[in-house]
Nanobody
Framework: IQLAESGGGVVQAGASLRLTCAVS????????IGWFRQVPGKARDFVAA????????YYTDAVKGRFTISKDNAKSTVYLQMDKLKPEDTALYFC???????????????WGQGTQVTVSS
């Protein structure tokens, strides 16, 4: 299983970005694809996830109403649309795959390399 993120950048507060996670090698449809973020010196935190087959997105409270996770199975891609960005959203964003519905980063076995998002005030 391989995951590759793209779409990060530097934006001002209030702007939008869309992150892309290209997914390959999934052996079955029973996987969740999640987005996490990490700032230096802190733990990698859950942001959002979606089931590869049935959808059912879920989010951490800090991004509800601002971020939207979606998928395009035909393109083997998961997106994270980030609107109304805040400086506290600045982080390295990772996508990951888990064989269960979970917000627990320890349950995610496969990770991409990350894409940096920087939001200036």
């Amino acid at each position: 299983i391989q995951l590759a993120e793209s779409g990060g950048g530097v934006v001002q507060a209030g702007a939008s970005l869309r992150l892309t996670c290209a997914v390959s090698g999934l052996p079955a449809d029973n996987f969740d694809i999640g987005w996490f973020r990490q700032v230096p010196g802190k733990a990698r935190d859950f942001v959002a996830a979606i089931h590869w087959s049935v959808g059912n997105p879920y989010y951490t409270d800090a991004v509800k109403g601002r971020f939207t996770i979606s998928k395009d199975n035909a393109k083997s891609t998961v997106y994270l649309q980030m609107d109304k960005l805040k400086p506290e959203d600045t982080a390295l964003y990772f996508c990951a795959a888990a064989q269960m519905v979970t917000m627990n980063r320890a349950e995610y076995d496969y990770w991409g390399q990350g894409t940096q998002v920087t939001v200036s005030s």
